[in-house]
């Protein structure tokens, strides 16, 4: 049984960076694509970013040159840095995976994966 569990939402200036961990728990060898999701109330939850078991890394347009997903080499936690924040990219973000690769045309289709996290709020102050 997969679990996925984010740290390290916080409230900053916009400008500031944080870093998003996602530690994945349970039997990881299958989990093929871990991907980034960000939502707002009253808005369907976006995906951000993923990294596939071959380190193949997505973006979403939004979020390109600023945001940076990494995995360590046992991967078993995945990492969201995400740099000279704003606004809008506050939301509660969920980590999510899948035991099949990422794609390019639905990394960011949260329909597509089959396990979640519990979320971790970001906050970001004009």
């Known amino acids: 049984c997969q679990r996925l569990m984010e740290s390290g939402g916080a409230s900053v200036q916009s400008g500031e960076s944080l870093r998003l961990s996602c530690a994945v728990i349970g039997a990881n060898k299958d989990l093929d694509c871990v991907a980034w999701f960000r939502q707002v109330p009253d808005k369907a939850r976006e995906g951000v970013a993923a990294?596939?078991?071959?380190?193949?890394?997505y973006y979403t347009d939004a979020v390109k040159g600023r945001f940076t997903i990494s995995q360590d080499n046992d991967k078993t936690t995945v990492y969201l840095q995400m740099d000279n924040l704003r606004s809008d990219d506050g939301a509660i973000y969920y980590c999510a995976a899948r035991d099949r690769p990422c794609f390019k045309d639905n990394f960011y289709r949260s329909d597509v994966f089959t396990y979640w996290g519990q979320g971790t709020q970001v906050t970001v102050a004009p």
């Open positions: 990294i596939d078991s071959y380190r193949d890394k």
